[in-house]
């Protein structure tokens, strides 16, 4: 019988944490996941205590601005896989707090490499790039060989920490993988994300809780997908022999307000009647497009999308509709 792998993940209390915990234990794997001490650690373990898994992942504590922990956790753990999925991850929040996005999401990577560099060099490092990075997009599709064209701080750090991945892998021939991931959904995604304000926003106002949901630009496209179908593209990425680049995407892009239309529709409501547009939400510089190109990982590894567009976010509302019930009865 073959030793039990095991993978060490950064923010796993988060949306793509907790599914790829997950589906790693799933896959027979020991998971350890990197936690922060904060005054809300009652509330910490949200996500896997839904997943129903918070008792099978061992938890450990350190911070990815503190290289020492990280170090330390290295060293205990052995991980044959690492997955950096922690950052500050809102992109209005980043210019709101850029040196706190700065530390995190960029100066974050480069120490959980050096961690492994130093202690455990041929462990498999995953690094959570991001669509943001396009930004002005250059091409009308966005593939690995699209320039980047970052417009937010978040963009920016993201950007810094692909690049110091792509660097160690040349620099020092270490198995560093990162995946360039468009916009993905769950109903573990954070309240602050549209997808997620809108499914809460209807299931409000379907339940009598609410009458309005106010949102920026709602003609903005997006190329969304569940986060289900992006962590298992996470795990395949570091099962090649040859650590490489990818997108992962649909390759379908929808506006805002169609993906609104969904989501009331799914509950029998008209989405004009209840939509508020507030300039307040618009960010100081716009992404107006993402669309992805996962031709890449489709011929690699085999990686499409099993999940629509239209499944997600009904999955978000009726999940929003059984959370918000009790409030409403």
């Excluded at 620099?171 to 995946?179: E, I, L, P, T, V």
């Excluded at 107006?288 to 009904?314: C, H, R, V, Y």
């Amino acid at each position: 019988m073959s030793q039990k792998k095991t993978a060490f993940i950064t923010g796993i209390t988060g949306q793509d944490g907790a599914y790829l915990a997950k589906f790693l234990l799933g896959k027979g794997y020991r998971v350890g996941g990197l936690v922060r001490r904060t005054s809300h650690s009652e509330s910490m373990t949200q996500r896997l205590d839904w997943l129903g898994i918070t008792g099978d992942v061992e938890l450990v504590d350190g911070d990815l601005g503190d290289i020492s922990s990280l170090a330390r956790i290295v060293q205990r753990l052995a991980p044959d896989e690492v997955y950096n999925l922690a950052a500050q991850s809102f992109v209005a929040t980043s210019w709101q707090q850029p040196v706190l996005t700065a530390n995190s999401t960029a100066v974050g990577v480069v120490n959980v490499l050096e961690a492994l560099r130093l202690g455990s060099p041929k462990s498999r490092f995953y690094q959570a790039s991001s669509s943001e990075m396009y930004g002005l997009i250059q091409e009308p599709m966005q593939s690995e060989t699209t320039p980047f064209y970052p417009r937010s701080p978040y963009a920016v750090a993201k950007l810094y920490g692909h690049w110091i991945t792509v660097n160690y892998r040349e620099s020092f021939g270490m198995h560093a993988s990162s995946g360039i991931l468009f916009n993905h959904e769950s109903p573990l995604r954070g309240i602050e994300f549209v997808t997620r304000k809108v499914s809460d926003g209807v299931a409000r106002i379907k339940l009598g809780l609410a009458k309005e949901l106010r949102l920026g630009n709602i003609d903005a496209k997006r190329d969304w997908g569940h986060a289900r179908d992006y962590v298992r593209a996470m795990w395949m990425m570091l099962q090649q022999d040859q650590a490489d680049d990818y997108v992962i995407a649909t390759g379908r892009t929808t506006t805002v307000r169609d993906m609104c239309r969904i989501a009331f529709s799914h509950v029998g409501l008209d989405m004009d009647s209840h939509v508020v547009i507030d300039p307040k939400l618009f960010r100081p510089a716009e992404v107006d497009t993402l669309l992805g190109n996962p031709a890449k990982a489709a011929a690699k590894f085999g990686w499409t999308p099993e999940i629509s567009l239209e499944e997600l976010i009904t999955e978000m509302v009726d999940a929003d509709l059984a959370r918000l019930k009790p409030r409403a009865s």
